[in-house]
């Protein structure tokens, strides 16, 4: 499967734990996205990143919550301390060079996470 | 301010009729694209179609086509010869250009259902 792949599936954690959500992008895609799907609602943008760098992370709330593209291996969401707030589906995407407008984001099929 | 408005929340439509979901977009950038993806009850994100602001033609992809009209900001989907497999939640969004930073931007969504 050369898609974007997305770990865990499902996520579930008691209030007050971390979470980490992992991304691989597509072979050949350096951009990565991370968006949060409330219930009914449509994606939110989050964080955007290439290798080893935030480019814009303006939709990342201020604080427990962080994102890294490293060099080497997959994207990494994280969610320190979490609240029955973060309980949403959280999706990565990919893209290749954006020179090419046209080039579309593919998505992976999401984390849902779920806080009890 | 809402950049993209799905105004249908949810539509039914006869397998084998054609549908039309609706989608309009708010922006003062002349070079913007807008997407389509459909989102099963499964979860994942399915890329469908794509327009780029300077297309002199509406996109086409098998079954789906996008009716573009730039002056009045809209880009609706158009679905012909729907299928029960077409049930799913469609979303809307445009690529937003901030700083170099690429974002989409979704809509609300709309949730078809395909009655036999």
């Known amino acids: 499967n050369a898609g974007v792949m997305q770990n865990p599936r499902h996520l579930v954690r008691r209030r007050g734990q971390e979470a980490r959500l992992r991304c691989s992008p597509m072979k050949g895609h350096s951009h990565v996205y991370w968006y949060r799907q409330l219930p009914e609602e449509g994606l939110k943008f989050m964080v955007y990143l290439q290798k080893e760098n935030i480019i814009d992370e303006s939709g990342m709330p201020k604080e427990r919550f962080s994102a890294e593209f490293p060099k080497e291996g997959p994207s990494i969401l994280r969610i320190q301390q979490v609240v029955r707030g973060d309980s949403a589906a959280y999706f990565c995407?990919?893209?290749?060079?954006?020179?090419?407008?046209?080039?579309?984001?593919?998505f992976g099929d999401g984390t849902r996470l779920s806080i009890l | 301010a809402q950049k993209i408005t799905q105004t249908q929340p949810g539509m039914f439509v006869q397998e084998k009729e054609a549908v039309t979901l609706d989608c309009t977009y708010d922006?003062?950038?002349?070079?913007?694209?807008l997407f389509w993806y459909k989102q099963p009850s499964s979860g994942e994100m399915i890329f469908l179609i794509y327009?780029?602001?300077?297309?002199?033609q509406n996109a086409t992809e098998g079954r789906y086509s996008l009716n573009f009209q730039k002056a009045r900001k809209s880009a609706n989907l158009v679905i012909s010869a729907s299928q029960l497999g077409d049930s799913a939640m469609y979303f809307c969004a445009m690529r937003e250009v901030e700083q170099g930073a690429q974002k989409l931007v979704f809509g609300q969504g709309t949730r078809l259902t395909i009655n036999p």
């Open positions: 922006t003062s950038d002349p070079s913007y694209g």
């Open positions: 995407a990919s893209s290749r060079d954006l020179q090419n407008s046209n080039q579309p984001q593919h």
């Open positions: 327009q780029g602001s300077y297309d002199q």
